[in-house]
């Protein structure tokens, strides 16, 4: 039986070109595995509940309406006693932020929001929650003011709108110091944007954003968490792997399992209270869109 001999050195030497550059992307192509692995476990991870978070969403809209209504709770609604949360539609921040979660989720549905959306007569420019889309809000924020567009026996269609004319402290508060500095990032000073952000991310105990609300009402609101995300990635902002990981493993553990929605606050052990909204669920879902 013959026996191959191993290649000498000047055999080798005569290997041809196309055959290194092979075995060398093939050993590259080795190295890169893990990461590909990684980055397909990441995005499969929650999979699930996005799912059920995005069928919260479509169970909410009504295509006799065409938008989506505000949240699962019965009874008198927080604007008063002349509204009902079954009943009430509003136009932003909620069905705006669900639209552009429904563009990659359910298509069809966010274009019937779409076109509901702009057939109303009032102003589209936020001043606020439209940065998030690539508005140029001002750096003065004001305070809020919901103003109805359609308010009858049948429904109440309103905007929730920073037009007050007091100025808002937002740098109290962690959402609004997220919508400032991807406005600042967007439009501004790139290193102050990340600058504001951090003071956001300071805010972060490891269950919420523990900032000016949470002192004053004793729980967390659970939308920040998903805001802070997708304003991290738009900012491609340098958050640790493991501060990340925290969020959204804190953030999916608000999930009603029977619903799909994220209950909207968690009290100040991290665990959900009372019931899911559409806002809370869209923030949530939002960051995932970029993905």
């Known amino acids: 039986m013959l026996l191959e001999q191993p290649l000498d050195i000047e055999e080798r030497s005569k290997m041809k070109p196309q055959n290194v550059i092979i075995i060398f992307f093939f050993f590259s192509f080795l190295l890169i595995i893990p990461n590909i692995i990684g980055v397909v476990k ?23 309406i065409g938008l989506i209504y505000e949240s699962e709770d019965n009874g008198t609604h927080w604007l008063g006693s002349w509204a009902t949360y079954r009943n009430t ?15 990659k989720y359910n298509p069809a549905i966010a274009e019937n929001i779409s076109r509901t959306y702009n057939s ?17 809000i001002p750096d003065d924020i004001k305070d809020a003011e919901n ?17 007050g004319s007091s100025s808002f ?10 919508y400032r500095a991807l406005d600042e990032y967007q439009f501004g000073d790139k290193a ?3 600058t504001i952000l951090k003071e956001a991310l300071d805010h972060w105990d490891g269950l919420g954003f523990h900032d000016h609300a949470t002192e004053n009402d004793g729980f967390y609101a659970n939308y920040k968490i998903g805001l802070f995300l997708y304003v991290a990635d738009k900012m491609n902002y340098p958050l640790l792997a493991d501060t990340k990981a ?3 493993r804190q953030m999916w553990r608000q999930q009603n399992p029977k619903t799909g ?17 559409v806002e809370t669920t869209a923030l949530t879902l939002l960051p995932y869109t970029l993905r």
């Not at 606020?128 to 508005?135: C, I, K, M, Q, Y």
Request: aromatic share 12%; with cysteine; net charge negative.
């Open 42 to 64: 990441a995005s499969d991870e929650y999979s699930l509940n996005i799912d059920l978070a995005v069928s919260y969403l479509v169970s909410h809209y009504d295509p006799h």
């Open 89 to 103: 539609y509003l136009l932003y921040s909620d069905n705006l932020e669900a639209l552009h979660v429904l563009e």
């Open 120 to 136: 109303y007569e009032f102003p589209k420019n936020t001043l606020l929650f439209g940065t998030l889309f690539g508005e140029n």
């Open 147 to 163: 103003i109805a567009v359609v308010n009858n026996s049948e429904l109440v269609v309103i905007y929730r709108r920073h037009q």
């Open 169 to 178: 402290p937002w740098d109290l508060w962690s959402d609004m110091l997220c």
């Open 192 to 194: 102050k944007a990340k």
């Open 246 to 248: 925290d969020m959204e």
């Open 261 to 277: 929605g994220i209950t909207s606050l968690a009290d100040l052990n991290g665990q959900p209270i009372g019931s899911a909204n």
